[in-house]
C-alpha cells in the first residue's frame, strides 16, 4: 500500500514526525501537499463530510484517513515494527508520544507565547520572558523525564534493543532545539548525554541518513515549530 501523507509542503512541523516512520519504515509513501495542487487536495479532505481531519498532518491508508501525529504514529508503529507487540507496550509508547506533543507544543509558545494568529514581532518581549522559563523549567523536566526513560531501560532505545518511532521523534526533538536554541541546547547537552547519544544513533541508520541527505528533508526554517530568533537564545 503507498501511503498519501498530507501535510504543509514548506515546513517540517508536525509533519516531520510522520516523515521520520515511514522513512525509517521503508514504507512507500507520497508527500502530497508538495506535488502539483496537492494543497488544494489536502484542503478538500479537510472540508469533508464524515470525519474530516481537523489539521494536517494526516495520512490516507487506503480507505482510512487518520488525523493527529501521535494517532498516525500509533497506527503505523504496529504496522511496521515501530512498536512493541503488546498492547501495554503500544499504550505506553503512544503516552510518550502525547508527552512529546505537549513539549513541541511547549517549544511553539516560545516564539508565539500570546497565540498563533500573532506575529513573531508582535509578541517579542513575551516571547522572551516565555523563553527564559522555557528553558530554565520546562526543557529540563521534559528532556530529563526522557533522559530517564531512556536510562531506566538500559538499552540503545526508548523501550530497550528496538527503536520505536519514539525514538525517531527524540531525535527530531534534539535536532529541532539545536537549530532552534544552539548557544543554549550547547550548555544543556551535558544534562543529557543518553539523548545526545540516541540522536546520532538514530542519524546514522541507513534509511534515516539517506533520507537526512535527500530533498525529501526539507531544511528548518523560521516558518515552521522550531525558530531561530538570536535574541531568543542567549
Do not use: C
Amino acid at each position: 500500500m503507498k501511503y498519501e501523507l498530507y501535510y504543509w509542503p514548506e515546513i517540517q512541523g508536525r509533519g516531520e514526525y510522520v516523515r521520520l516512520a515511514l522513512e525509517e519504515a521503508g514504507a512507500a509513501y507520497v508527500d502530497v501537499a508538495r506535488g502539483s495542487r496537492g494543497t488544494a487536495a489536502m484542503m478538500r479532505l479537510m472540508d469533508g463530510r464524515g470525519t474530516p481531519p481537523f489539521a494536517p498532518p494526516f495520512l490516507k491508508a487506503g480507505k482510512l484517513v487518520i488525523g493527529q501525529t501521535a494517532n498516525i504514529l500509533l497506527y503505523l508503529g504496529a504496522r511496521h515494527g515501530l512498536a512493541p507487540k503488546t498492547e501495554p507496550g503500544r499504550l505506553w509508547l503512544h503516552q510518550l508520544q502525547l508527552t512529546i506533543a505537549d513539549f513541541v507544543l511547549e517549544v511553539h509558545d516560545t516564539h508565539h507565547p500570546l497565540g498563533p494568529s500573532l506575529y513573531y514581532e508582535d509578541a517579542r518581549p513575551e516571547a522572551k520572558k516565555r523563553t527564559v522559563e522555557f528553558w530554565d523549567e520546562r526543557v529540563p523536566k521534559y528532556l530529563g523525564y526522557f533522559e530517564g526513560v531512556l536510562d531506566s531501560n538500559g538499552g540503545a532505545y526508548v523501550t530497550g534493543r528496538k527503536l520505536t518511532y519514539v525514538d525517531l521523534s527524540l531525535f527530531q526533538i534534539v535536532a529541532g532545539l539545536r537549530y532552534a536554541f544552539p548557544k543554549r541546547m550547547k550548555a544543556f547537552e551535558g544534562e543529557i548525554p543518553g539523548l545526545v547519544a540516541l540522536h546520532d544513533r538514530v542519524a546514522a541508520r541507513p534509511n534515516i541518513k539517506a533520507y537526512l541527505a535527500s530533498d525529501r528533508r526539507i531544511a528548518f526554517n523560521e516558518q515552521g515549530i522550531f525558530r531561530r530568533y538570536k535574541e531568543l537564545d542567549r
